[in-house]
């Protein structure tokens, strides 16, 4: 896109199928391989090479918590069946949360078993449970299988910052920005929130916001959104919002305005660098494709790694590398149709996240937003997102958009089920079939993230409160018809119900469903009860100028 002389409209309309949309979409993401495996020694059998051995590691750290992972290796002749890896906490620290692994525990002794989908490991073959920490001990007197482990000494909290490989980046002057420190622990799960860089035009919404609302501090991860994918290769979006639009003293994270000098870097990745040094525990991710741009990932496809290079060469760029933790993929969709379709076949997924990760190694995030489109058949049956999970931190699952007034006449149904309910307009179009799909296929509930809209979809014309009402059209909307920000439905248009794990309100012959700070509580259980790595929302404006909505995600996942 050329730098644009009115405002950006915010999202465009999807086809009745396409259970994603917000104008570009999500992308991309990733379980934490960019963290380093701490010092912690690895937590073996003491027997002979032949058995079965857990290696635990300290993921990341936090001083008032940590996450860890243990991986469990099939060393024996034969296929298991079954595994449990127990241990205790030391006093003062407790497990905050723990996934794929089915966990008892009794005061500070805790015992992890193996779930219905990862008892079975072949020769050679490895399984893996993950846990969250709170407070600043680790663990103790481990055992697998009975048999004891050695656990080593707990790391320290000041070496949990990697140093990945990166191309060089540019001197920049030291600012006096303070570090400031998160307001509640990670507790081990993410917290992600897509930036979207039209933003900064119509909505008037700057990396400053995310500051000021006090969301950053809530906060692990940023997707920046979007990158354009055209002639096989990632491209910049928006040069002018991306990297050179003048930022005054007052707009700007730190209090400093922009340089006009030659190579100064501006825009929004220069606030985002700043927003980095004040929250050192924050990654941004810059996102590629969404709803708009996806059609480049066909011809990406034909050749993954001379597509892999190109993103590496621009994300890697002298000039911001500094900014970008890692790429989020969003293809809309893969061997399926969105804006357009795509015919690449049910490997080309996988191919191109395998290019992704050979390129940018185990020192970035390679992420990607995905269908949550749970039918059979449908579009998750149409790509190899099991094959793929392995090249992947994690995937952001677009948990939203499955019914909206592209059917203009209805019937009213919640655009962000998390359950199925009576009278469900597609069965399959919620939350939790495609959690459960993609965990069929394989992927480790570690790398899936619960989708949540900060936005509503709504009808006009309706005369009945309860879902499944006939309508006239769409709903008048800010930015689009049928679609409205939470912060201005809360007060717009109240809810009056709730329905599958979801609220609705009905309101001057409008019906509108959108999610609320007591529904994101709701579905932030479901994600601790499902051994999921997190949740992600789309997008930052569209929550209230305190952050109602993410305050929500962050309480619920600690």
Not at 134 to 157: D, K
Not at 349 to 376: C, E, H, K, P, Q
Not at 445 to 457: C, D, N, P, V
């Amino acid at each position: 896109m050329s730098r644009p002389s009115v405002p950006r409209p915010s999202l465009p309309r999807p086809s009745l199928l396409v259970s994603r949309s917000r104008i570009l979409r999500i992308i991309v993401t990733v379980a934490a391989l960019s963290l380093p495996l701490i010092g912690v020694a690895a937590m073996t059998h003491s027997a002979a090479a032949a058995s079965v051995t857990a290696t635990c590691t300290k993921t990341s750290d936090w001083g008032t918590g940590s996450e860890g992972k243990c991986t469990i290796t099939n060393g024996t002749g034969s296929t298991i069946s079954s595994w449990r890896v127990e241990f205790d906490t030391a006093s003062g620290t407790s497990i905050s949360s723990s996934w794929d692994a089915v966990r008892t525990s009794s005061g500070s002794h805790h015992t992890f078993a193996n779930t219905s989908w990862n008892g079975t490991v072949a020769p050679g073959g490895t399984a893996s449970f993950g846990f969250g920490l709170a407070g600043g001990g680790w663990i103790s007197n481990c055992l697998v299988n009975g048999a004891a482990c050695a656990t080593g000494a707990a790391p320290s909290p000041t070496t949990t910052s990697p140093t990945p490989t990166r191309t060089p980046t540019p001197t920049v002057t030291p600012t006096t920005t303070p570090t400031t420190t998160p307001t509640s622990a990670p507790g081990g799960r993410k917290v992600l929130g897509y930036f979207v860089e039209w933003g900064v035009y119509g909505r008037n919404y700057h990396v400053k916001n995310i500051d000021t609302s006090g969301s950053a501090a809530k906060l692990t991860h940023i997707n920046y959104a979007f990158g354009n994918v055209t002639g096989g290769r990632c491209a910049v979006g928006d040069s002018y919002a991306d990297h050179d639009r003048f930022y005054s003293a007052a707009e700007s994270v730190d209090g400093v305005a922009d340089t006009w000098d030659a190579g100064a870097l501006r825009g929004s990745f220069n606030q985002l660098r700043k927003l980095k040094r004040k929250y050192p525990h924050i990654k941004v991710l810059w996102s590629f494709g969404g709803w708009t741009w996806s059609g480049g990932f066909t011809q990406a496809a034909a050749n993954p790694t001379a597509f892999a290079n190109s993103c590496f060469s621009l994300v890697e760029d002298p000039r911001w590398a500094d900014v970008f933790d890692g790429i989020d993929i969003d293809w809309e969709y893969p061997n399926a149709c969105g804006l357009s379709c795509d015919t690449s076949g049910p490997a080309a997924f996988r191919n191109l996240m395998s290019a992704l990760r050979s390129r940018f190694g185990t020192g970035n995030l390679v992420t990607a937003a995905i269908t949550a489109d749970g039918t059979s058949g449908g579009k998750i049956d149409a790509a190899d997102y099991g094959g793929a999970a392995q090249h992947l931190n994690w995937y952001n699952v677009m948990t939203y958009d499955y019914f909206g007034a592209w059917a203009a006449g209805g019937p009213t149904a919640p655009h962000s089920p998390l359950t199925s309910y009576s009278g469900i307009p597609v069965a399959g179009f919620h939350s939790d079939a495609a959690i459960q799909k993609l965990k069929s296929k394989g992927v480790p509930a570690s790398k899936l993230l619960l989708g949540i809209g900060f936005y509503g979809r709504g009808w006009t014309g309706v005369t009945q409160s309860a879902p499944g009402g006939s309508a006239s059209g769409p709903a008048p909307g800010t930015y689009e018809q049928g679609v409205e920000d939470y912060k201005v439905l809360k007060g717009r248009c109240p809810a009056t119900g709730t329905v599958a794990g979801t609220a609705y309100g009905f309101c001057g012959g409008q019906w509108w469903s959108y999610d609320t700070p007591n529904t994101i509580g709701g579905k932030m259980s479901y994600a601790k009860n499902q051994g999921l790595g997190g949740s992600f929302f789309w997008e930052l404006s569209g929550d209230t100028t305190n952050g109602e909505l993410i305050t929500s995600i962050r309480n619920g996942l600690g």
